[in-house]
């Protein structure tokens, strides 16, 4: 992920782009309503079981359910509505071991490695950039989630700003078997097309739209064929 060129400029979107999303905003946020009634019987029901009742457990599968579809909802939501930016000075390098520490905390058995990048994150030398606090530790969470479940093994995490150059992140990782995808001028698009699960894409995509609101880019390169 590189951080935007003096060059380069968030994008903008044009007043039927702003529409459109609008209007998927609010479907998004109806059927997240309709969610929540789901849930709220579903909390109704469980009140009213004895502890004892084995029909318990098909009220807390409902609960659980509708807690992911609704979680999906949430990062739908961010690729529609184009939030105001604002411009801060910020340190790359401790955002990353926070959002690191972010998606350990849900990653269960890979918790362990995830603490111990960010051990070593916050050891390395900072590097300051200009953006969005909450944008970029919004990006950085989704791109970590998306590499967590997509990757066989996770090598490396590391923020680097060369002489001249963007600052950029990189995660060096390994993905399953006939993973990569063969379109090499959009990986990143292919992989949004086929890549499982469908979580996984939906957290690749939420990272792609607001590292562009950044005025940076993903891109997905694959040396010695990983």
Same mark, same amino acid.
């Given at each position: 992920?590189?951080?935007?060129?003096?060059?380069?400029?968030?994008?903008?979107?044009?007043?039927?782009?702003?529409?459109?999303?609008?209007?998927?905003?609010?479907?998004?946020?109806?059927?997240?309503?309709?969610?929540?009634?789901?849930?709220?019987?579903?909390?109704?029901?469980?009140?009213?079981?004895?502890?004892?009742? =084995?029909?318990?457990?098909?009220?807390?599968?409902?609960?659980?359910?509708?807690?992911?579809?609704?979680?999906?909802?949430?990062?739908?939501?961010?690729?529609?509505?184009? =939030?105001?930016?604002?411009?801060?000075?910020?340190?790359?390098?401790?955002?990353?071991?926070?959002?690191?520490?972010?998606?350990?905390?849900?990653?269960?058995?890979?918790?362990?490695?995830?603490?111990?990048?960010?051990?070593?994150?916050?050891?390395?030398?900072?590097?300051?950039?200009?953006?969005? =606090?909450?944008?970029?530790?919004?990006?950085?969470?989704?791109?970590?989630?998306?590499?967590?479940?997509?990757?066989?093994?996770?090598?490396?995490?590391?923020?680097?700003?060369?002489?001249?150059? %963007?600052?950029?992140?990189?995660?060096?990782?390994?993905? =399953?078997?006939?993973?990569?995808?063969?379109?090499?001028?959009?990986?990143?698009?292919?992989?949004?097309?086929?890549?499982?699960?469908?979580?996984?894409?939906?957290?690749?995509?939420?990272?792609?739209?607001?590292?562009?609101?950044?005025?940076?880019?993903?891109?997905?390169?694959? %040396?010695?064929?990983?």
């Amino acid at each position: 992920m590189a951080q935007p060129s003096r060059r380069r400029t968030p994008i903008r979107s044009t007043n039927r782009e702003d529409a459109f999303a609008s209007f998927m905003g609010d479907v998004v946020h109806r059927l997240k309503n309709k969610l929540g009634g789901i849930h709220g019987f579903a909390d109704l029901l469980q009140k009213e079981l004895p502890e004892d009742d =084995p029909r318990l457990r098909y009220v807390q599968r409902i609960q659980s359910g509708v807690d992911q579809v609704d979680e999906m909802f949430v990062r739908l939501m961010k690729l529609f509505r184009t =939030p105001a930016i604002r411009a801060e000075r910020i340190e790359l390098t401790d955002r990353l071991a926070a959002a690191v520490g972010r998606v350990a905390g849900l990653a269960g058995a890979r918790a362990a490695a995830g603490v111990d990048f960010a051990e070593k994150l916050r050891k390395a030398p900072k590097i300051r950039v200009t953006g969005d =606090p909450d944008l970029l530790d919004d990006t950085l969470f989704h791109l970590l989630d998306f590499t967590c479940q997509t990757a066989e093994t996770v090598w490396s995490l590391s923020v680097s700003a060369p002489d001249g150059r %963007p600052a950029a992140v990189t995660i060096r990782y390994e993905l =399953p078997e006939n993973g990569l995808p063969e379109n090499r001028s959009d990986r990143i698009g292919e992989l949004l097309k086929r890549v499982q699960p469908v979580e996984a894409r939906i957290s690749l995509a939420v990272a792609d739209r607001l590292c562009r609101l950044l005025g940076g880019r993903l891109k997905m390169e694959a %040396p010695d064929s990983r």
